[in-house]
């Protein structure tokens, strides 16, 4: 079986690094974060918008390029890879694909070619405190042909950034996702402070009004979480791909250059040891997550793939970017030094949208359904 990137799939990947190796750079993101203002790169945004990225998985009647999964995947390993001050992995991870494959014409209309252009950004508030991501306890009740929204999500990504955000509740009968303006009336945005420093909010809810045309799939509403969920965290998954991959480039750089007895550190056995462990584990955060997106792309069922590639990335993940750390000394920690900022964006990955043991109990589930 081949896995390598189709022609197409690869000029993206290629297209993305060039862009985020230029605008991205360490000095560039640890100014945006010394400053006073969000985590967010609009210069960065707005390059990535010209030059078509933004629209990769958008449809075509919307200005998009009507890619699969796969070349968003593409984009947003490199965004991984320089853990990006910019909202992609909310607009075209969380967002947009719901949008697109569920959204009324009206929604659609209105928010997607903002995406394509950067003049868009979305977000989803999928996490209920003490509630798992798929059943959530925002309440949703039916007010004529819409609902109003009742309750409260944590740590939604970027919320203070957002133009719109998709969010989960539950109906009585089963779950529901909406739109929602963040500023329409009963909708309130508490900032909260993030592992690394995202511009997330807390964002609560009082009896907010939805019309039938911010409701996602009004025929069917109960399918659209699940399918959001599972494409959330693939593509959750290949951003860790880039994470990894550039915790253990730079790592493999440091331990070469580093020099104790006048030899590289990287000669010493336990310093190789722990640096190809971290190397077979982003190989294995890699295969999973790619598998699972590509399934997913193809219109194949992927639940365990994708609860597998989650498992992967949050643990593998974790020994990927604490090894690194420890292979550097204190500098691993220095926030002047770009491992850093890897480092907290892997933890962020690792419990977003459920970590570990969530994934172990879905994944459960999912082998006990299937015996």
């Known amino acids: 079986m081949d896995f390598s990137f189709s022609d197409e799939q690869q000029a993206v990947s290629e297209l993305a690094q060039q862009i985020l190796d230029d605008k991205a750079t360490h000095e560039v993101v640890r100014g945006i974060e010394q400053g006073d203002g969000h985590r967010h790169d609009p210069d960065l945004w707005s ?18 390029a009507g890619l699969s999964l796969m070349e968003v995947g593409a984009v947003l390993e490199q965004v991984g890879r320089k853990a990006a001050p910019v909202p992609a992995l909310e607009t075209l991870g969380l967002a947009a694909p719901a949008i697109a494959e569920f959204g009324s014409e009206a929604l659609a209309s209105s928010l997607l070619p903002g995406v394509v252009d950067g003049s868009k950004i979305l977000t989803a508030a999928l996490m209920d405190e003490l509630a798992p991501v798929e059943a959530p306890s925002t309440k949703a009740e039916a007010d004529g042909d819409g609902y109003r929204v009742t309750g409260a999500k944590v740590c939604v990504p970027s919320a203070l950034l957002a133009d719109c955000i998709l969010v989960s509740a539950s109906t009585g009968n089963g779950t529901v996702v909406v739109a929602v303006d963040p500023a329409a009336d009963g909708c309130r945005l508490l900032p909260v402070e993030t592992t690394a420093g995202t511009p997330d909010a807390r964002v609560e809810f009082d009896g907010v009004a939805v019309d039938a045309d911010h409701v996602l799939g009004a025929s069917d509403p109960g399918v659209v979480l699940p399918w959001l969920l599972e494409r959330a965290t693939a593509l959750q ?3 860790m791909v880039g994470v990894c991959e550039a915790s253990v480039d730079i790592t493999s750089t440091y331990i070469t250059e580093r020099k104790q007895f006048d030899v590289p550190i990287a000669s010493f056995q336990a310093v ?49 970017v604490h090894a690194s750390v420890h292979l550097h000394g204190g500098v691993g920690v220095d926030r002047d030094y770009p491992l850093g900022r890897l480092f907290l964006a892997a933890k962020q990955l690792e419990l977003q949208l459920g970590g570990t043991t969530a994934q172990l109990r879905q994944l459960g589930r999912l082998i006990a359904a299937n015996a």
């Open 237 to 239: 998954c290949v951003t």
């Open 47 to 64: 390059t990535m918008a010209e030059a078509g990225l933004l629209g990769m998985g958008i449809p075509e009647e919307y200005g998009g």
């Open 272 to 320: 190789g040891q722990r640096a190809a462990d971290a190397y077979i584990d982003t190989e294995g955060v890699r295969l999973t997550a790619w598998q699972a997106l590509w399934r997913l792309s193809e219109g194949r069922d992927a639940s365990m793939e994708v609860a597998a590639a989650k498992i992967w990335a949050a643990e593998a993940g974790q020994r990927v």
